[in-house]
């Protein structure tokens, strides 16, 4: 594995070259908002932010995309295509918390018995350059609570981590080593290691909410049924924002769409928090209330995903807690269970 | 790799209307490329996506037995936005479906055992494709004695009526069918399934009930089975969710950490005791 050190202010330009042959996304300010998204090419990613208000999921489970066309014949309707399009990509400016969720999201769409081909074909394209955190986080961060930490490197195929005025430049994967060339730099140093493994345990330690998500699983397993359940719901709006901004939900609707003689079918996300996520044609609905709805994305994220693939579906990156407008905080549910065990 | 999402394109080649409110309908689907037929390989208690572009896609239980080769059926009651177009489509006509989706009824377990097949209205689909399944002539000595037990409100109702009418002539199928209430045409049985099941009393040595119908007539059979000596591993039903992809990813069908689309839909009671009642 490579290891390399460029100059802070050599960063910009290197992603100025990569965006000459593929497509970057990055964090970038959009009015009072920094956005995960394309680089325009009068644009500049940000460099110093915190993370960026959507997760960086979007670039491989677009909140709508087209799974295929078809056309009016008068035998009936019949494919046209499948759309599979993906391009070379490079996510700029991944924090390890968003990171993460990509091997997450893997364990789920990229399943040895079922593979999703759009998220895949997308993900096999994309080269994930991760910027580490080592500022001052955000008071909503809690990445050391669930298995990661503010200088991960899991999900990312090159790590940079800023050392002084220099980045230690890490490539994880043969996809991260592609871009070796465009970083340059000088061979990494056992001193810049040292500098990184300091910053590394400084940024840990900054991480100031912590939350006993592993602990709680076992009251999960034995409490389907009980009266705490009935509390969390009650002031949710059902707005599905938490869901949307998270980066680990993966929850999708299929829709058709038609004009004239041609028609789309479309995968767009949807949301555990709605009430008509579950419910069926008959009009019974399994999770009738906000309680139930509440119930199953506690359960998904700290119990459900941890049966399936050993893996809480919780990243910490704290967007839920942040932009939920009647302020529900998943971090006190989780404490609030495990005050109960 | 094979894209789960894409329907296999087939054609309508046959519509039979089921019952006298004329709201369910068997659809007898051919496939327009015949490699495809191949790749749908199937067992009773599977399911499958009618796709309909333009429309949609609706989970449903394929009805017929890979015992019939040539063609797939599904029966449909009309009841929503993609149900509803299915119902007003022609024979001649192009779809497409999706699967074969889900797990299916305990063949391997069953071989050896007495199956007691028991059914209510409209719920008769993939038990009627497991009863043709076991009766198959390669299939028959697999299976011990095999009971069906298949009920609906009226005689008008009941589905695959010719079908019934045909096992009910066969020494080796033990069937009773029962309408809640007859007619004046009615000469066969009354009275609810699970009274019914009572009547018959099959045995519980060395058998397996496999279970499948309206919630309230499973509530009221259950026990009928419990008293008969039947214990939760050796009775098995099918679930039914709101689905969309099918394939575990889309998030809405789950039960507890398993999803019905592909962890299911078949479950024994056993194993729904340690899912959580959420369905």
Request: net charge neutral; hydrophobic share 35%; proline share 6%.
């Amino acid at each position: 594995m490579e290891k390399r050190l460029i100059k802070k202010e050599a960063l910009v330009g290197i992603l100025k070259k990569i965006g000459e042959t593929s497509t970057v996304f990055a964090p970038v300010r959009v009015e009072d908002n920094v956005l995960f998204k394309e680089l325009e090419p009068h644009e500049e990613p940000l460099i110093d932010y915190l993370n960026t208000k959507n997760a960086p999921k979007g670039v491989f489970f677009p909140r709508t995309e087209v799974m295929l066309r078809y056309v009016r014949t008068p035998k009936g309707t019949v494919l046209k295509g499948v759309e599979l399009a993906a391009g070379e990509v490079v996510l700029f400016g991944v924090r390890p918390c968003d990171a993460r969720s990509f091997a997450l999201l893997d364990m789920l769409f990229d399943q040895e018995k079922y593979k999703d081909p759009y998220y895949i074909a997308k993900r096999e394209k994309a080269i994930v350059v991760t910027l580490s955190c080592h500022q001052i986080p955000y008071a909503t961060c809690f990445c050391t609570s669930v298995g990661g930490d503010p200088v991960d490197s899991a999900g990312s195929d090159v790590l940079l981590t800023e050392i002084g005025d220099e980045y230690l430049v890490e490539f994880l994967t043969p996809k991260g080593e592609k871009l070796a060339a465009f970083f340059g730099g000088a061979p990494a140093t056992a001193e810049a290691e040292k500098k990184k493994e300091e910053v590394s345990l400084k940024a840990k330690n900054a991480i100031a909410s912590r939350i006993p998500a592993q602990e709680i699983k076992s009251f999960l397993d034995a409490n389907f049924d009980h009266p705490f359940w009935d509390t969390i719901h009650k002031r949710c709006l059902a707005c599905g924002t938490c869901t949307y901004l998270c980066p680990t939900c993966h929850c999708f609707d299929i829709s058709d769409e038609m004009k004239y003689d041609d028609g789309r079918r479309l995968r767009n996300w949807d949301s555990c928090m709605y009430p008509l996520f579950t419910k069926e044609t008959s009009g019974h609905n399994p999770r009738p209330t906000q309680k139930e709805r509440w119930r199953q994305r506690v359960m998904h994220k700290f119990k459900y995903y941890v049966d399936n693939f050993s893996a809480i579906a919780c990243v910490g990156c704290g967007r839920c807690v942040m932009y939920c407008p009647v302020n529900i905080d998943i971090r006190k549910i989780v404490e609030d269970i495990s005050k109960l065990q | 790799m094979q894209n789960p999402y894409v329907p296999y394109p087939v054609e309508v080649i046959k519509i039979v209307t089921e019952v006298d409110t004329k709201d369910i309908k068997t659809f007898r689907l051919a496939f327009v490329n015949k490699e495809d037929e191949e790749k749908f390989k199937y067992l009773p208690g599977q399911f499958a996506e009618l796709s309909l572009f333009g429309k949609g896609e609706s989970p449903i239980g394929i009805a017929s037995s890979p015992t019939n080769p040539g063609y797939v059926e599904f029966t449909v009651q009309k009841a929503g936005v993609v149900t509803t177009a299915l119902h007003e489509m022609e024979e001649g006509t192009i779809m497409g479906i999706r699967g074969p989706l889900g797990n299916s009824w305990p063949l391997d377990y069953l071989e050896g055992k007495n199956v007691v097949v028991v059914g209510g209205g409209f719920a008769f689909t993939t038990l009627r494709a497991l009863t043709q399944y076991m009766i198959h002539e390669e299939n028959r000595k697999k299976y011990g004695k095999i009971t069906v037990i298949y009920g609906a409100r009226t005689p008008g109702l009941l589905i695959y009526k010719d079908e019934l009418a045909a096992w009910s002539k066969r020494d080796d199928l033990d069937l009773h069918v029962t309408v809640d209430k007859g007619d004046e045409n009615w000469k066969g049985r009354e009275g609810f399934v699970p009274t019914v099941c009572k009547e018959v009393a099959p045995s519980a040595q060395n058998a397996v009930a496999v279970i499948c119908g309206p919630p309230i007539m499973i509530r009221f059979t259950l026990p009928v089975f419990f008293e008969l000596g039947f214990s939760k591993e050796n009775i098995y039903t099918s679930l039914e969710m709101r689905m969309k992809c099918g394939i575990g990813k889309c998030g809405r069908c789950n039960v507890g950490s398993k999803y019905v689309c592909k962890d299911g839909p078949v479950f024994s009671l056993a194993e729904l005791d340690k899912l959580t009642p959420e369905y």
